[in-house]
Structures are given as C-alpha cells and as structure tokens.
C-alpha cells in the first residue's frame, strides 16, 4: 500500500493566490482528515470526512477555507485567497474503523 | 474534551528504556489513550492505544494507572531514530471518525 499521498509536496505563492492541497487516501478508509501544522499552534484539526460527508469543519479558520471529498479516494483543500498566515504544513490522515490514523507527508505551504 | 499534561522534554540514552508519563486526570470512563509521535519533517505516526490494561506491540508499551489518571509509554530499548515529539492524547467521544486533539508533545532525544 502506498499510504496516505498528497501533493503537491512544497508550495509557494504570492499573497492572493489560490491555493489547492490534495490528498489520496489509503483504499478501504471512510474517514479522512486534514490537519495544519504550524510553531505557534502545533497540529490543528481543520476538517473531517466520514463517507465522504463532512462531519465537523469547527476547525476551519474562515471563510477564505474550503475542503471537498467528491469520491472515496479524493480530496481537496483550498485556500482562497492565501493570506502570509497560511503559511503552515498540511497534513491529510485517514483511517478506517480502527483506532489509528495514517498520517500522509504533509504539503509545506508558503505564502509570501 | 479530556487534556493530557506532558513534560516537554526528556533526554534517553541510546540502548536504554525511555518512559515517557502523560497526565489525564480529567478522563472519561470511555476514552481511550493514544500515543503518536512525530518525527521531524514527517507526518504523526500511530504508536499504541490502550483503555484500562496495559498494552504492548512491537514498538512500545502503554502502562495505564488502575484509576486511568496518568499513564507512561515505554519504549524498552530507545535508538536515535526513536527521536521525536511524542504527543499523548485522549480520544473524544465521537460518533464518527478517530477525533484526535494534539497538544504540545514531549520531544525526546535520545542520545547516543
């Protein structure tokens, strides 16, 4: 199995910018996951998918973040527009029924 | 939610046992407790999980106090590679998904 991928791996933009992350998740999990990482806030719970369906998008900063899951095996998350503060890792995790997540590499955004 | 306390760091010679401690006093009687650990430039990898008894797998030890208000991860026979931040966290009770609310960690180094 290949794990959890997404790309693009490094990111650079200019303030304004739209920006979509994305994320394959492992085959056969029904929960997906999509996490920030920055110094000042550690990992941060963005939004979660469990068949595909939104389940809680608390996390979300505002407005200028969405997150989509058309299929199974798809995800997107999109910035628009990119503020500096963006800047930040993104994970994408997904897990099946069982206790544990599998953590993809991880899309280093920055956003000058 | 339930909060974990952790030390935020601790320093393990190569070869010996690192025990890592993690309060959670306030846990319910349903949670379970995770252990991940994130080493540096990569995503969180899921290390063990337990509820009352103690747990054992190929990379770790999980030892959870009778009253469940701490608990210790022991890895028996640390390497270098075992160097990251160890994040101990309380599942939420949640309907959907595996819900995981990472804090600070503990960074331990093990040194050689």
């Known amino acids: 199995d290949a794990g959890v991928i997404q790309s693009p791996r490094h990111e650079v933009t200019e303030m304004g910018q739209e920006v979509t992350l994305r994320c394959k998740p492992i085959s056969g999990h029904n929960s997906l996951f999509w996490y920030r990482q920055t110094m000042m806030r550690g990992l941060e719970l963005l939004i979660y998918f469990n068949n595909n369906v939104p389940i809680d998008d608390s996390g979300m900063p505002e407005d200028r973040f969405s997150a989509k899951m058309p299929n199974a095996s798809f995800s997107t998350l999109k910035i628009q527009p990119s503020e500096p503060r963006d800047s930040a890792v993104y994970f994408c995790?997904?897990?099946?029924?069982?206790?544990?997540?599998?953590f993809g590499p991880g899309t280093r955004l920055t956003v000058t | 939610d339930a909060k974990t306390t952790q030390p935020p760091s601790m320093d393990c010679a190569e070869g010996r046992a690192a025990n890592l401690p993690c309060n959670h006093s306030?846990?319910?009687?349903?949670?379970?407790v995770y252990w991940y650990r994130q080493i540096h430039s990569q995503g969180p990898q899921y290390i063990i999980h337990g509820l009352k008894n103690n747990e054992t797998n190929e990379m770790a030890s999980l030892i959870i106090t009778e009253d469940r208000k701490s608990s210790t991860l022991i890895l028996p026979h640390a390497t270098l590679r075992d160097t990251a931040v160890y994040y101990c966290?309380?599942?939420?009770?949640?309907?959907?998904?595996?819900?995981?609310?990472f804090g600070a960690g503990t960074i331990l180094r093990v040194k050689s």
């Open positions: 995790a997904s897990s099946s029924d069982t206790y544990e997540q599998y």
């Open positions: 966290i309380v599942r939420p009770r949640m309907e959907y998904g595996n819900k995981l609310v």
């Open positions: 306030t846990i319910s009687g349903n949670e379970y």
